[in-house]
T-cell receptor
């Protein structure tokens, strides 16, 4: 199966800072998604972004499918942005193998 | 609209017991998938069901089984629980290609 590498594994920032989280895939993926896992464990959908760039408020994401990576940008960080960020995708050939997740980036925003 | 709902939210079981976890998908979603997330790791795929049929299975032992009902809700069953089965179990539903997750069931095996 595909391998998903996320970097950095941990990130501590002051409130107001900007950050870039990266996700590399070992092979082509379909249906790339970014999630934020809150302290209670729920995965919150941030972006469905198989290719291109999307923006939603202070968050934006870019996927370069031909180079097998995706970036998540967080601007003007707030303490509520703290948590674990995951990227995930389906291996080629369809979604019957489920999403393959990275190990996540643990983000801490300090006031 | 209600999101994906899972029950129970927490439970504690003893080694060797059996457990059933439940999931109700978003209205209109016909596909349900199950994931296991152990502490410090990303979720790992267990099963996918679509229209009551198993469409995919991850690398989990036969102690894990699931089914999907006519109303598209789903159950995940785990037999002969081991300490290593302690994890957050997540259910996801999808209509097309984007998956939406429930809040999870946190299972502790003692």
């Amino acid at each position: 199966g595909i391998q998903v590498e996320q970097s950095p594994p941990d990130l501590i920032l002051q409130e107001g800072a900007n950050s870039t989280l990266r996700c590399n895939f070992s092979d082509s993926v379909n249906n790339l998604q970014w999630f934020h896992q809150n302290p209670w464990g729920q995965l919150i959908n941030l972006f469905y972004i198989p290719s291109g760039t999307k923006q939603n408020g202070r968050l934006s994401a870019t996927t370069v499918a031909t180079e097998r990576y995706s970036l998540l940008y967080i601007s003007s960080s707030q303490t509520t942005d703290s948590g674990v960020y995951f990227c995930a995708g389906d291996p080629p050939g369809g979604g019957a193998d489920g999403l393959t997740f990275g190990k996540g980036t643990h983000l801490i925003i300090q006031p | 609209d209600a999101g994906v709902t899972q029950s129970p939210t927490h439970l504690i079981k003893t080694r060797g017991q059996h457990v059933t976890l439940r999931c109700s998908p978003i209205s209109g979603h016909k596909s349900v998938s199950w994931y296991q997330q152990v502490l410090g790791q990303g979720p790992q795929f267990i099963f996918q069901y679509y229209e009551k049929e198993e469409r995919g299975r991850g690398n989990f032992p036969d102690r894990f089984s699931a089914r999907q009902f006519p109303n598209y809700s789903s159950e995940l069953n785990v037999n002969a629980l081991l300490l290593g089965d302690s994890a957050l179990y997540l259910c996801a539903s999808s209509f097309g290609v984007e998956a939406f997750f429930g809040q999870g069931t946190r299972l502790t095996v003692v």
